[in-house]
């Protein structure tokens, strides 16, 4: 077997001086004095993203208040599964996606669509997409409660 390697790598001297692939880390500032970042950084922030976005459904959306609501209600009209727990799911990601849309539609059109213009830095961009954000989240609190996890 090493003498066939020996041989393929004799024979084939272009396997040897392959190119080695993708740099893993490179930020390059931009004439604007915003920065560049290399595809494996890309990757890498959106797989992130990707793995955090359950997460971020449950926290930062009525998702949770919509299930607790349609759960109770089926606990009410005496029907143990029935719905079931995928329909009730499917049911209120519906409903939260219908109660998101404003907030989805502020945040491509005050931040997406700017830095997808190339009209602003990335940092600029997740500054203006917090705040909608914000916004329905403060909205859904009482000040009471925020203050009692604030001590």
Do not use: C, H
């Amino acid at each position: 077997m090493r003498i066939f390697m020996v041989l393929l790598f004799i024979a084939f001297p272009v396997l040897s001086f392959a190119d080695p692939g993708l740099p893993l880390v490179v930020v390059q500032d931009t004439a604007g004095g915003g920065k560049n970042y290399s595809l494996t950084l890309q990757i890498l922030a959106l797989m992130t993203v990707l793995t955090l976005l359950p997460s971020l459904l449950l926290m930062m959306t009525s998702f949770t208040r919509i299930i607790v609501v349609m759960s109770i209600l089926r606990q009410a009209l005496g029907t143990a599964q029935t719905p079931s727990n995928q329909v009730l799911v499917g049911l209120s990601l519906f409903l939260t996606l219908f109660i998101m849309a404003p907030v989805f539609d502020q945040a491509y059109t005050t931040a997406y669509q700017p830095y997808e213009a190339e009209q602003i830095s990335g940092e600029e961009a997740l500054k203006r997409l917090k705040v909608p954000f914000q916004k329905f989240m403060l909205a859904q609190t009482r000040e009471d409660d925020i203050g009692l996890f604030a001590r």
